[in-house]
């Protein structure tokens, strides 16, 4: 029984010895550790106290952009419903533009269509009247202001020519469009008429509510030339719009660009916020 109790007591104290002494071991590689530790925080002491120091002047900081950040966003929020009523008004000055545009661009493509189905031979028909009809005298004439406008005719020389061409618009069509009727209805076709200058309207206009350029008159004097008239009409037309639209779009070119300078400055303010 001794010998039984010694053995278990002196195992029970081996381990116990063996637990101490591990205890032993981890506390003194702690103790090192935290030295270690100890001498690391010492020596970081300095930078921990910047750094705080740092962390408290960016909280201040932080504090006055918020504060200045919340100011811009009230800001921000005025500019922004301007801008939205600037986009809307440079909108509604764009599309009355295009409205107005809108009503003479039809009437501009019928015409040209009509004059792409002009049958050529129609014009060298005409080429062969030794005297040309009073109606035929007056649509060239109206066509030269456009196509002609710095070309003078000369008066005929020849009594019986002038008493149907007085002017000489009739033989400056011919040497100018009959000779070539390709080239005339590709000139009709290919024609400015962006740049009309208003004086050759205002020539034109008069002309074109006399008898001779009656549509009727027009047809029945060759129906070549009813397309010409059509066209001297169209192009009227879309002088006279564009006399409504170019402001338009002038003072929708100036909104937008006064629009680009706001939305830049306000693209600035968001991104500050």
């Not at 104290?13 to 702690?30: D, F, I, P, S, T």
Request: proline share 5%; net charge positive; with cysteine.
């Amino acid at each position: 029984m001794y010998k039984t109790i010694l053995t278990e007591q002196r195992n029970k104290v081996g381990k116990a010895k063996k637990r101490l002494e591990r205890g032993l071991n981890v506390l003194q590689e702690a103790a090192v550790e935290v030295a270690n530790l100890q001498r690391t925080l010492e020596e970081n002491q300095p930078k921990l106290e910047a750094t705080q120091i740092k962390v408290e002047e960016t909280k201040k900081d932080i504090e006055i952009k918020t504060k200045d950040a919340e100011a811009t966003k009230v800001v921000v929020a005025k500019e922004e419903e301007e801008a939205t009523k600037q986009e809307a008004e440079v909108s509604g000055v764009k599309n009355a533009a295009d409205a107005q545009l809108g009503k003479a661009l039809p009437a501009l493509e019928i015409a040209v269509n009509k004059v792409q189905k002009i049958n050529v031979n129609d014009f060298y028909e005409i080429k062969q009247i030794q005297i040309p009809h009073p109606s035929v005298v007056a649509c060239f004439k109206v066509a030269s202001f456009f196509l002609l406008p710095k070309e003078r005719p000369k008066k005929p020389t020849d009594p019986k020519k002038a008493e149907h061409d007085p002017e000489g618009y009739y033989a400056l069509a011919f040497k100018n469009f009959l000779t070539d009727p390709k080239k005339f209805l590709r000139d009709l076709i290919n024609f400015d008429k962006e740049n009309i200058p208003d004086a050759i309207v205002e020539k034109a206009k008069p002309i074109l509510e006399t008898p001779e350029l009656a549509e009727k008159k027009v047809e029945s004097a060759s129906k070549a030339l009813v397309p010409i008239r059509i066209w001297v009409v169209a192009m009227i037309t879309y002088h006279e719009t564009l006399k409504i639209v170019n402001p338009l779009r002038e003072q929708a070119a100036e909104m937008g660009a006064k629009l680009a300078v706001v939305q830049a400055n306000l693209a600035e303010k968001r991104a500050m916020v």
